[in-house]
C-alpha cells in the first residue's frame, strides 16, 4: 500500500503522556492514516532513526494577531515546532471594529504590546468590522501554522462604549448588552473564546488603562454567559494578580474566584498568565492554591506560565543597558556595522560615561546570552559580572568586548519575571498549570520567549531530567489543544491531522537572539531560532526542514 508520506523508525511520542515507543507513522493528505508497522512506500520517506516524532506545539498565548499578514510563516514559533498559534490574547484584538477607530485599535497595540502601528496599519487588509469578517480574513491569508483567535475586551468595550469604555465607572445594562451581541456574533463565527486585561499595567497611549480594566463582576459574568449559551469557548485573562492588594493578598483571592464563578457557571475553561515575582514570590503559590480550591468545587482554572524567566533583552544591536548615558546615545540610528565601529573608535570614552552609582541595570542580573552559549538557567557564572571579573575589567568594558568579539550578536537578558528557576520548576510539575506564554509576536523589540518549548526540552528534559518527555510533549500539544477545545490536533493518532514534528533531542540548542529589520515600513524585531528540529509537517505537508521554511503554507483556521 502507498502513502503520502511515511516517518519511519522514531521514538513516537503521542502526546497523551503514553510512554514513547519504536514505531512508523503514515500520512496520507492532511490526515494520519497508520502508526505501527507500515508497509509500502510514499513519495516522501523520513528516516527518524534515534529522533522522536511528536505532535506539532499548541501554542495558546501568542500576539501574531497583525505580523501572520506579512510573515506566514509566524516566526520565531516556527522555529520552535508550533504548528498552531492562538491570537487575540489579552484582550487587545483588532476586532470587531469600526473604520474609523483603526487607528486607536493599532496604537492601543503598539502600546500593549509593543508591535509598531506603522506595521499594523500598512501591514493588514483591514477588510472587517465585525468578529466574524476579521475571522473570514484571516482565512484568506495563506499561512504555514493552523490560527484560531479570542474576540477581545478591549475592541469589544471600545466598539460598544467609546471613550466611555477607559472610564472608571460601571456600564450600563444596554452597554453590556451590546457587548454580549458582540461577544455572541464572534462565538458564533468561530472565535475561540473570549480575552480580557485586568492588569493596571496594560495601558493606552495616553497612560490610561486599556478598555476593560475596570470591568464589574457583572459585565464580566454577563459575557461568560454568552460562551456558556455556545456551550463552547474559552475566557482568557491578563488577571488583576498582586497588584493594588495587602499582604493577605485579599484582592487576588476575589480575582481568582470571579474567574471560578465564570468557569463553573457556564461550563468553559478559563486561562491566564501566571508568574513568579522577587517583589511578591509566594504569590504564584497562593494562586494556585485559590485555583485548586475552585476547581475542587466544579470550575476548570489553568492558569498558565513560562519554562524559565520572562527577561528584556540588551544588545549593541538594538537597546543598551547604557542608552541613559550622552555618549552611547551615537548609537542610536545606526547600523550594527556603524554601531560595532563607535564601540571600537570609542571604548574609553563610552566606558568612563556610565556612572555605576546610576540607577543602572546591575550586571549581577544581566544574563550573557553568546553565540553557541544561550542558557537561561540565570547562572551567576553567566553574569555579565562574572564575564567582567574574569576579564578583570568593569561591566561595561565586558559589555563592549563581548559585543565586539561576537560581531555584535551578543545578548543580555534581564529576567523580570519568573527568575527563581526552583518556582518555575514547581508550576511546571503542578498539574494546575498549563503551559503557555511564549507571546510570539509581542514585545517585539523587548523580548524574546516564543523558544519555550525548545528551552523546556533541552532544559528541563534532557539536561535537568525534571519532568519527562512524554509528560512535556503533553503539555505543550494535547493539553494546550483540549484548554481551547481544539480538536484533532496535539496528539499523533490514526484520523487526527498530521502536524508533526521530528526532533533530535540530543542536538536541541537555542540559537542567540537576533535583532532584524523585517517588519513594515523596516522597523525592528527579535527573532530567535532553534537547532535539532530536523523536519516539521503542518496539515501532511513539510512546512520547516532543517530549521527553514519550505514554502508549504497549508495553516488552517481552528
Request: glycine share 10%; with cysteine; charged share 25%.
Amino acid at each position: 500500500m502507498a502513502h503520502d508520506v511515511i516517518i519511519r523508525n522514531g521514538t513516537l511520542i503521542d502526546g497523551t503522556g503514553a510512554a514513547g515507543k519504536r514505531a512508523d507513522l503514515a500520512i496520507d493528505g492532511d490526515r494520519i492514516t497508520a502508526i505501527g508497522k507500515v508497509d509500502g512506500n510514499a513519495p516522501l520517506e523520513i528516516d527518524a532513526t534515534g529522533k522522536l516524532v511528536t505532535p506539532g506545539f499548541v501554542d495558546i498565548h501568542t500576539h501574531l494577531d497583525a505580523q501572520l499578514a506579512w510573515d506566514p510563516n509566524a516566526s520565531s514559533s516556527c522555529y520552535h515546532g508550533i504548528t498552531s498559534v492562538v491570537l487575540g490574547n489579552c484582550g487587545v484584538t483588532f476586532a470587531p471594529c469600526k473604520p474609523q477607530d483603526r487607528d486607536y485599535l493599532a496604537k492601543m497595540m503598539e502600546s500593549v504590546e509593543d508591535i509598531p502601528a506603522a506595521s499594523i496599519l500598512s501591514g493588514l487588509p483591514w477588510d472587517w468590522e465585525t468578529y466574524g469578517e476579521y475571522l473570514a480574513s484571516l482565512s484568506r491569508m495563506k499561512t504555514g501554522v493552523n490560527v484560531g483567535g479570542m474576540v477581545g475586551h478591549c475592541a469589544v468595550r471600545y466598539h460598544a462604549m467609546g471613550e466611555r469604555g477607559l472610564d472608571d465607572v460601571p456600564a450600563s445594562a444596554d452597554d453590556i448588552a451590546r457587548m454580549c451581541d458582540l461577544v455572541d456574533e464572534a462565538i458564533g463565527a468561530g472565535a475561540l473564546g473570549f480575552s480580557t486585561s485586568r492588569t493596571f499595567m496594560h495601558r493606552v497611549p495616553d497612560g490610561r488603562p486599556v478598555p476593560g480594566t475596570y470591568a464589574r463582576a457583572d459585565e464580566l459574568l454577563a459575557i461568560g454567559r454568552v460562551l456558556g449559551k455556545h456551550k463552547r469557548g474559552v475566557f482568557e485573562a491578563a488577571a488583576r494578580l498582586g497588584e493594588r492588594d495587602n499582604d493577605a493578598l485579599d484582592n487576588t483571592r476575589r480575582e481568582v474566584e470571579l474567574l471560578g464563578e465564570i468557569s463553573r457557571e457556564n461550563g468553559v475553561a478559563v486561562t491566564f498568565g501566571l508568574t513568579e515575582s522577587a517583589r511578591r514570590p509566594e504569590l504564584f503559590r497562593r494562586v494556585i492554591e485559590v485555583c485548586e480550591r475552585e476547581n475542587a468545587r466544579g470550575a476548570n482554572l489553568r492558569p498558565q506560565t513560562t519554562s524559565r524567566g520572562i527577561g528584556v533583552l540588551f544588545g549593541v544591536h538594538h537597546r543598551t543597558p547604557y542608552d541613559r548615558f550622552p555618549a552611547w546615545q551615537e548609537l542610536r540610528g545606526k547600523s550594527l556595522a556603524e554601531r560595532l565601529d563607535v564601540l571600537k573608535r570609542n571604548r574609553a570614552e563610552l566606558i568612563a560615561a556610565v556612572d555605576t552609582s546610576a540607577d543602572t541595570m546591575p550586571p549581577e542580573q544581566l544574563y550573557m546570552l553568546l553565540p553557541n552559549d544561550v542558557a537561561y538557567h540565570n547562572d551567576p557564572e553567566r553574569s555579565l559580572a562574572a564575564h567582567a571579573r574574569r576579564r578583570n575589567v568593569s561591566a561595561v568594558a565586558a559589555f563592549i568586548d563581548l559585543a565586539l568579539e561576537t560581531d555584535g550578536r551578543a545578548s543580555c537578558y534581564f529576567a523580570f519575571l519568573n527568575q527563581n528557576q526552583e518556582a518555575v520548576k514547581e508550576m511546571i510539575l503542578n498539574p494546575t498549570v498549563a503551559m503557555g506564554l511564549a507571546d510570539s509576536g509581542a514585545h517585539v523589540g523587548q523580548i524574546m520567549d516564543a523558544s519555550q518549548p525548545s528551552w523546556l526540552l533541552a532544559h528541563w528534559v534532557r539536561d535537568r531530567k525534571v519532568i519527562s518527555v512524554e509528560e512535556a510533549i503533553r503539555r505543550w500539544t494535547s493539553d494546550t489543544a483540549a484548554i481551547f477545545g481544539v480538536k484533532d490536533r496535539g496528539t499523533l493518532r490514526e484520523g487526527a491531522f498530521a502536524d508533526v514534528n521530528v526532533i533530535d533531542l540530543e542536538k536541541l540548542a537555542l540559537e542567540a537572539p537576533e535583532y532584524v529589520h523585517d517588519f513594515p515600513g523596516g522597523a525592528g524585531r527579535y527573532v530567535q531560532r532553534a537547532r535539532g528540529y530536523e523536519t516539521t509537517l503542518v496539515n501532511g505537508r513539510v512546512f520547516m526542514r532543517g530549521g527553514e521554511p519550505t514554502g508549504e503554507l497549508r495553516g488552517r483556521m481552528l
